[in-house]
Antibody, heavy 121, light 110 residues
C-alpha cells in the first residue's frame, strides 16, 4: 500500500532554515509528483509547491519566493523541502502529498503524517 | 495567489443534504476541470474525496458528489451523517502551473 513517511518535528529559531523529508513507498517514486502543503495552527491548508519525481522539475507558490527549495533523491526515493529565513509565521504542520496522476486523476491521493515545525526564540 | 473562497461554516441535520461552494477565478477553477476536495478531522492529514470536479476515488461514499459552474465548484453531501462532521477544503490547479486551496469550511451536523 502507498505510504508517505515524513521526518520528525523540528524546533527552530527565527532566521534559521529547516529541511524536511518525505519518503514514499508502495509505488515507483519517479512516476508521480510530490506536493508540499502546510497548515498553521487553526488555519487553512496552504499550497507551497511541487516536484516532479521523475525529472525533478519544481514549481512553488509565489508566497514563498526565494525561501523554499524542493529537491528529491531518486536513489533514496525521498523528497525534501527546505524553507529558509524562518519566522514565527512559519510555525505549522507541513504535509507532503502525492499527486495521483497527471492529467487523468488530478488530486492529492496520499498524504504524509505531517511534520510540526515550531519557530520560536 | 489568493485562496479560493469557501463559506466558513455550514450545518445540517442527519439525513439532510448540504452543499459547500468554492469560488475562484478564470485563472483557476474557470480554466480547468482540476478541482479536488479534501476532508480533514482535527489533528489528522486531509483525506482525498473528489478529483477532476466530479470523480470519487475508490472507497469514498457516493453520498459525496462534486460539480462546477463557471468559476465556482461545489461539494454536495447527501444523507448527512454525524461522522461527516469535519473541515472541507477545495483545491484547484491554476494557469500559473501552481495549485491553490480554499479557506476551508467547517461542517457541523446538528
Amino acid at each position: 500500500q502507498v505510504q508517505l513517511v515524513q521526518s520528525g518535528a523540528e524546533v527552530k529559531k527565527p532566521g534559521a532554515s529547516v529541511r524536511l523529508s518525505c519518503k514514499p513507498s508502495g509505488y515507483t517514486f519517479t512516476d508521480n509528483a510530490i506536493h508540499w502543503v502546510r497548515q498553521a495552527p487553526g488555519q487553512r491548508l496552504e499550497w507551497m509547491g511541487w516536484i516532479n519525481g521523475g525529472n525533478g522539475f519544481t514549481k512553488h507558490s509565489q508566497n514563498f519566493q526565494g525561501r523554499v527549495t524542493l529537491t528529491r533523491d531518486t536513489s533514496a526515493s525521498t523528497a525534501y523541502l527546505e524553507l529558509s529565513t524562518l519566522t514565527s509565521e512559519d510555525t505549522a504542520v507541513y504535509y507532503c502529498a502525492r499527486l495521483a496522476q497527471w492529467p487523468s486523476e488530478v488530486g492529492l491521493d496520499y498524504w504524509g503524517q505531517g511534520t510540526l515545525v515550531t519557530v520560536s526564540s | 495567489q489568493s485562496a479560493l473562497t469557501q463559506p466558513a461554516s455550514v450545518s445540517g441535520s442527519p439525513g439532510q443534504s448540504i452543499t459547500i461552494s468554492c469560488t475562484g477565478t478564470s485563472s483557476d477553477i474557470g480554466s480547468y476541470n482540476f478541482v479536488s476536495w479534501y476532508q480533514q478531522f482535527p489533528g489528522n492529514a486531509p483525506k482525498f474525496m473528489i478529483y477532476d470536479v466530479t470523480k470519487r476515488p475508490s472507497g469514498v461514499s457516493n453520498r459525496f458528489s462534486g460539480s462546477k459552474s463557471g468559476n465556482t465548484a461545489s461539494l454536495t453531501i447527501s444523507g448527512l451523517q454525524t461522522e461527516d462532521e469535519a473541515d472541507y477544503y477545495c483545491s484547484s490547479y491554476t494557469t500559473s502551473d501552481t495549485w491553490v486551496f480554499g479557506g476551508g469550511t467547517k461542517l457541523t451536523v446538528l
